[in-house]
């Protein structure tokens, strides 16, 4: 069983200290990066995801807003990490990691992008210098070790929880640090991700199935963008 107060500890001073050197970390980030967009712009061909993208009021302006890739929206960083993990997880053609839990841990791409492009969107409008793709790709690199290790010994579906907990957890971690956040913040991002907990995974079971099924990591990305922002 996770000792929560350890793991959120370990975590924190990951994603904070731990310096990425490795070339071919960042050079399959890269191509992990270009998959999952392809992945979800094929993903636009779907009425049935499309219909689930865009603002939650119509017609919303989000000064510094965070773009929605292969659409026309500009949304809260919150709403777009929904939209861009709702599209990137549609079709379940995105990465996939196996352990004692299963999971994709490129969903976290949906609060990377939408945090990033947020983030550098007001650094720009205050005259500073934007992040930079590396950045992201530091950053999905962790999320990707977060999840991955969260999931190498610890089974949620044994106990009839959903994977996108670990979804959730990794992006409010890395979501915070992007977002500015020191050891404090990202410690209690990550505690509320846990105290949380995780939806039930009912949904990826028959006669339950549904869309949630596609939409459950976006649901988890933005929550954690969510935790982070506050």
């Known amino acids: 069983m996770l000792k929560t107060d350890h793991v959120i500890e370990e975590i ?3 994603v904070l200290e731990k310096e990425i050197t490795s070339s071919e970390a960042y050079t399959t980030a890269g191509h992990v990066l270009l998959d999952t967009l392809g992945c979800g712009i094929l993903a636009l061909r779907y009425p049935e995801c499309t219909k689930l993208l865009g603002p939650i009021v119509p017609g919303t302006i989000v000064p510094n807003g965070s773009k929605v890739p292969g659409t026309s929206y500009v949304l ?3 709403k777009a990490a929904f939209n861009i993990g ?3 997880r549609w079709l379940d053609y995105n ?3 196996l352990a ?3 999971g994709h841990p490129s969903d976290n791409l949906g609060g990377i992008l939408a945090v990033a492009d947020y983030v550098s969107r007001v650094r720009l409008s205050e005259g500073k210098e934007p992040l930079t793709v590396r950045d ?5 690199i962790k999320a990707h070790e977060i999840q991955g290790v969260l999931a190498l010994e610890n089974s949620l579906n044994r106990v009839g929880l959903d994977h996108v907990l670990f979804v959730k957890v990794a992006t409010a971690a890395v979501a915070a640090k992007l977002l500015g956040g020191g050891r404090e913040e990202i410690i209690n991002a990550l505690s509320n991700a846990w105290i949380d907990n995780a939806a039930l995974r009912t949904y990826r079971h028959s006669p339950n199935t549904g869309s949630r099924k596609s939409w459950a990591a976006g649901d988890a990305t933005s ?6 922002l506050m």
């Open 12 to 14: 924190t001073d990951y």
């Open 100 to 102: 004692a839990e299963w």
């Open 95 to 97: 990465d996939t990691w």
């Open 136 to 140: 992201v790709l530091e950053m999905m």
């Open 223 to 228: 929550r954690g963008v969510h935790l982070a």
């Open 86 to 88: 709702c599209m990137i």
């Open 76 to 78: 809260d960083p919150v």
